[in-house]
């Protein structure tokens, strides 16, 4: 039976994450361990990626951001980087034509600028053609950074003329605007750090790290991920239900 408690009332920190974040981490050691080149560890993690969209729909979780590639990643070596471009753009292809039958709606963060004008293309028409659908949203963070984004939303707001500031107005020159911030950050592959994720985002979720390497980490990872969520006393800065 599934530890996860998929009734829970509205407003109770029991209840499913709205939005969760995952870092794709453990490809390349998931290879490793299996004797294959590193791409073969990033494409069992795409496989991966389309399972956990897949679930986490299935849950009823509104949003799933992904990070799959960092400001950093383009130092790996060139045949790394174009292994994940080919990768990006499969999926990318795969999903226009699934488009009707996800019902997805599909968004990237990130400055798209660098990549080869395909990519690009691709990025523009899925993000298009998939806005139409509410139900569900993924987030694919790429060329993405936590630090860049709020440069980036900074520039963007002076440029604006300096709107009178809140922390709601600078949320919204964040990529993904207003959706809500993630409630659950999900590490797979051992590290325990935020690696430059969603700096402004991530204010106040809760984090769940994994042993587990990302290509392993199946629905019963997510269900496991999830559960412990749910433990979670919520607090946003006040004093919580065990000192009343
Ligand atoms: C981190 O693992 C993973 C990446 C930098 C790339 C993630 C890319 C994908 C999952 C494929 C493309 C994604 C989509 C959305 C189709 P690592 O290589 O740092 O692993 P390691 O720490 O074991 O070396």
Same mark, same amino acid.
Request: proline letters at 5%.
């Given at each position: 039976?599934?530890?996860?408690?998929?009734?829970?009332?509205?407003?109770?920190?029991?209840?499913?994450?709205?939005?969760?974040?995952?870092?794709?981490?453990?490809?390349?050691?998931?290879?490793?361990?299996?004797?294959? @080149?590193?791409?073969?560890?990033?494409?069992?993690?795409?496989?991966?990626?389309?399972?956990?969209?897949?679930?986490?729909?299935?849950?009823?979780?509104?949003?799933?951001?992904?990070?799959?590639?960092?400001?950093?990643?383009?130092?790996?070596?060139?045949?790394?980087?174009?292994?994940?471009?080919?990768?990006?753009?499969?999926?990318?292809?795969?999903?226009?034509?699934?488009?009707?039958?996800?019902?997805?709606?599909?968004?990237?963060?990130?400055?798209?600028?660098?990549?080869?004008?395909?990519?690009?293309?691709?990025?523009?028409?899925?993000?298009?053609?998939?806005?139409?659908?509410?139900?569900?949203?993924?987030?694919?963070?790429?060329?993405?950074?936590?630090?860049?984004?709020?440069?980036?939303?900074?520039?963007?707001?002076?440029?604006?003329?300096?709107?009178?500031?809140?922390?709601?107005?600078?949320?919204?020159?964040?990529?993904?605007?207003?959706?809500?911030? @993630?409630?659950?950050?999900?590490?797979?592959?051992?590290?325990?750090?935020?690696?430059?994720?969603?700096?402004?985002?991530?204010?106040?979720?809760?984090?769940?790290?994994?042993?587990?390497?990302? @290509?392993?980490?199946?629905?019963?990872?997510?269900?496991?991920?999830?559960?412990?969520?749910?433990?979670?006393?919520?607090?946003?800065?006040?004093?919580?239900?065990?000192?009343?």
């Amino acid at each position: 039976m599934s530890p996860l408690k998929r009734n829970a009332v509205a407003g109770e920190s029991s209840k499913l994450p709205r939005h969760i974040a995952v870092i794709m981490d453990g490809n390349g050691r998931w290879a490793k361990r299996r004797g294959l @080149p590193r791409s073969a560890g990033h494409s069992a993690g795409a496989d991966s990626f389309r399972k956990a969209a897949r679930y986490c729909q299935k849950l009823g979780v509104e949003y799933l951001t992904v990070y799959a590639f960092s400001t950093e990643n383009w130092k790996r070596p060139a045949d790394e980087v174009a292994g994940i471009m080919s990768l990006l753009e499969k999926y990318l292809r795969q999903a226009l034509r699934d488009l009707e039958k996800e019902k997805v709606r599909i968004c990237i963060f990130g400055d798209l600028a660098p990549f080869a004008p395909e990519l690009q293309r691709l990025c523009r028409e899925c993000m298009d053609r998939s806005s139409v659908y509410t139900g569900a949203q993924v987030n694919i963070c790429l060329n993405y950074g936590g630090r860049d984004e709020i440069v980036r939303a900074a520039r963007r707001w002076a440029a604006d003329g300096c709107p009178e500031l809140s922390e709601q107005v600078f949320g919204s020159y964040m990529w993904g605007g207003n959706i809500p911030d @993630p409630d659950l950050l999900i590490r797979p592959g051992g590290e325990k750090r935020i690696s430059n994720f969603l700096l402004w985002e991530c204010a106040y979720a809760e984090f769940y790290f994994s042993d587990v390497l990302w @290509p392993d980490f199946d629905e019963k990872e997510f269900d496991k991920a999830i559960a412990a969520y749910q433990e979670r006393q919520r607090r946003f800065g006040d004093i919580g239900d065990n000192e009343a």
